[in-house]
């Protein structure tokens, strides 16, 4: 008789697509930035907020906590006066900026060419 895991069989996932799940969460306005600039290593909160710029500090944040929460990000603690917190990407973190740099990559080398197509579309639309 073959033993399974009840427990994995058991498990109903939030989003059942993987990709529609992962994508919700790490495609927002904010998220990418977010790992990206951790990707040379850990950094304080308001390192992070200078670096990326025009982001509120509650968005950060928000943002910070779901990346946490979805393990690309670490948050340490440190027991210091003044108390210190750093963010860092964990070993899923790291391993997503393979793929992150393809999909950069490709907005880089197709930007302007969707940014024409886009102006280019109302008359199109119009000539309908």
């Not at 963010?87 to 793929?99: C, I």
């Not at 740099?101 to 969707?114: E, G, M, V, Y």
Request: aromatic share 8%; proline share 4%; with cysteine.
């Amino acid at each position: 008789m073959v033993e399974t895991n009840r427990a994995a069989e058991d498990f109903v996932f939030d989003q059942p697509c993987p990709i529609r799940d992962v994508l919700d969460r790490i495609g927002d306005q904010w998220s990418l930035l977010i790992l990206t600039a951790l990707e040379k290593g850990a950094k304080r909160f308001n390192a992070l907020s200078r670096e990326i710029g025009d982001v509120s500090k509650q968005m950060l944040s928000k943002t910070l906590k779901r990346l946490e929460q979805d393990g690309f990000v670490r948050r340490t603690l440190y027991a210091e006066v003044p108390l210190r917190v750093e963010y860092e990407l964990t070993e899923l973190g790291q391993s997503f900026l393979v793929p992150m740099k393809s999909l950069i990559a490709w907005a880089n080398a197709n930007h302007r060419t969707i940014c024409e197509t886009r102006k280019a579309f109302p008359s199109r639309a119009q000539a309908r």
